[in-house]
């Protein structure tokens, strides 16, 4: 596991968010969403890069991998995290379970959420390659029919920084954090919303916060065990 504290100097104010990512790939992207989205956090990343690799050979998430990754979390919040995102859909059942005293958001649960709470009669999925854009279409049709959501859900596979055609769809989601570089220049190409996993989680993560402080613990998102999908 490798920790680093990315704050704006010694002492700065703001808000500590644990960044916890199986994979390099999301980091930045994560980072760029709570700049974005959430600029009084500071956040400090934890990678531990095993752990797809790890899920993968054991033939999903394991009883001893979620052990593994509420250890992180504790050793977040140990480090004074106030709050903890972890960018990867797999370990989301983790995330949903957690009862550590701050909020733990899972990685696009804030996304589909907002995705389906649009109003939007159709959601185009945008991802790189197929395993990804089929683990997150599935998984937003399984959310919109638990929400009873009348929204239709359609998919593609594109190049980062294309843009397609959305046909009927009124609104987009990028089913990977490495995509999220690209939501704003996306949704002014196209005039429709663009719901990034970043944004959304770190828009969440802020609200969760301030619900904790005046209401006490917020609940945390909870998402599918599915295949991580930056």
Do not use: K
């Not at 002492?11 to 760029?32: D, E």
């Not at 828009?203 to 613990?217: D, H, K, M, S, V």
């Amino acid at each position: 596991m490798n920790g680093s504290d990315r704050t704006r100097g010694p002492g700065a104010p703001g808000v500590r968010i644990a960044l916890v990512s199986a994979t390099a790939a999301a980091v930045g992207p994560a980072v760029a969403g709570l700049g974005a989205a959430f600029p009084e956090a500071r956040p400090w990343n934890l990678l531990d890069d095993a752990l797809l690799s790890d899920a993968d050979a054991a033939g999903g998430l394991t009883p001893a991998l979620a052990d593994r990754m509420r250890r992180l979390i504790a050793y977040a919040v140990e480090g004074g995290a106030q709050g903890v995102l972890l960018t990867c859909s797999l370990y989301g059942p983790v995330a949903a379970r957690a009862d550590v005293g701050v909020p733990v958001l899972a990685a696009d649960a804030a996304a589909f959420a907002a995705a389906l709470g649009g109003g939007h009669r159709e959601v185009l999925v945008l991802a790189t390659f197929a395993a990804a854009l089929d683990d997150s279409v599935d998984r937003l049709r399984a959310a919109a029919r638990a929400a009873r959501s009348p929204t239709r859900i359609v998919g593609r596979v594109v190049a980062p920084g294309a843009v397609p055609d959305p046909g009927a769809a009124d609104a987009v989601l990028l089913a990977q954090y490495s995509l999220a570089p690209h939501a704003d220049a996306l949704a002014e190409a196209l005039g429709l919303p663009v719901h990034a996993g970043p944004h959304a989680a770190a828009r969440a993560l802020r609200a969760a916060l301030r619900n904790a402080a005046a209401e006490g613990p917020a609940e945390s998102p909870v998402e599918g065990d599915t295949p991580c999908s930056e």
